[in-house]
């Protein structure tokens, strides 16, 4: 059964740090991995998917690598913003399978 | 991508009592997903949706509980019977709108509290 850890659990930092958030997976067959993005009562927004063969996606100023062998994957987020706050959640895939979420990080980016 | 409205958004309930959640999507998809999220918890994955077939259910959760339809290809319900405070969390659907590369899109949850 996939078990999927997120490090850390919370960070609060002040406005232009650039953020590594960790994911780490048990199960290494997976298919792809997704990062996600919800905010406070609200549901999961998709940041970037990537794809067991790919080792990186970038969107913007988010940047998530995946080493698939090592079951780990990290989101880097550049220049942070106060609307980047929110919690984030990594999912490892089985293809067309439902998702495993982490229990994600929580994010406050203080102006 | 896919656009994914639930109904209702939110509501709070009396225990005993059975509340039916709506997902819509607005193209035709093959699987649709349920998930629960507790309070303070991450997302678990309830069952699996396909049209034409009996959903299938994740350890720890059993159809009398959680009743699902799937009647077309753009819609599907969960029923949450039988109500008791711990069923209080956000359940949420998804889709895949397309193949692969199989990324997920999740409509807005719906916040149930039961009382």
């Known amino acids: 059964k996939q078990e999927v850890t997120q490090i850390p659990a919370a960070l609060s930092v002040p406005e232009g740090e650039n953020l590594v958030l960790n994911c780490s997976f048990t199960?290494?067959?997976?298919?792809?991995l997704q990062w996600f993005r919800q905010d406070p009562g609200k549901g999961l927004t998709s940041l970037l998917l990537?794809?067991?063969?790919?080792r990186e996606q970038t969107s913007g100023r988010l940047n998530a690598s995946l080493d698939k062998s090592s079951g780990r994957s990290t989101l880097y987020i550049a220049a942070s913003q106060p609307g980047d706050s929110a919690t984030y959640l990594c999912?490892?895939?089985?293809?067309?399978?439902?998702?495993?979420f982490g229990k994600g990080t929580h994010l406050i980016i203080q102006p | 991508s896919a656009v994914i409205s639930q109904k209702p958004s939110r509501d709070i309930c009396q225990r005993g009592t059975s509340l039916t959640i709506q997902c819509q999507v607005d193209?035709?998809?093959?699987?649709m997903f349920w998930y629960r999220q507790q309070p303070g918890q991450s997302l678990t994955l309830i069952a699996t949706?396909?049209?034409?077939?009996?959903?299938?259910?994740e350890s720890g959760f059993v159809i009398d509980k959680f009743p699902i339809s799937r009647p077309n290809l753009t819609f599907s319900t969960l029923t949450v019977s039988n109500m008791s405070p711990e069923d209080s969390s956000i359940y949420l659907c998804?889709?895949?709108?397309?193949?692969?590369?199989?990324?997920?899109?999740f409509g807005p949850g719906t916040r149930l509290t039961v009382t």
């Open positions: 998804s889709v895949y709108p397309s193949g692969a590369p199989y990324e997920q899109y």
């Open positions: 199960d290494s067959a997976i298919y792809n």
């Open positions: 990537i794809q067991s063969s790919q």
């Open positions: 999912a490892p895939g089985g293809g067309a399978d439902g998702l495993t």
């Open positions: 193209s035709q998809v093959t699987m």
């Open positions: 949706a396909n049209q034409g077939s009996e959903a299938t259910y």
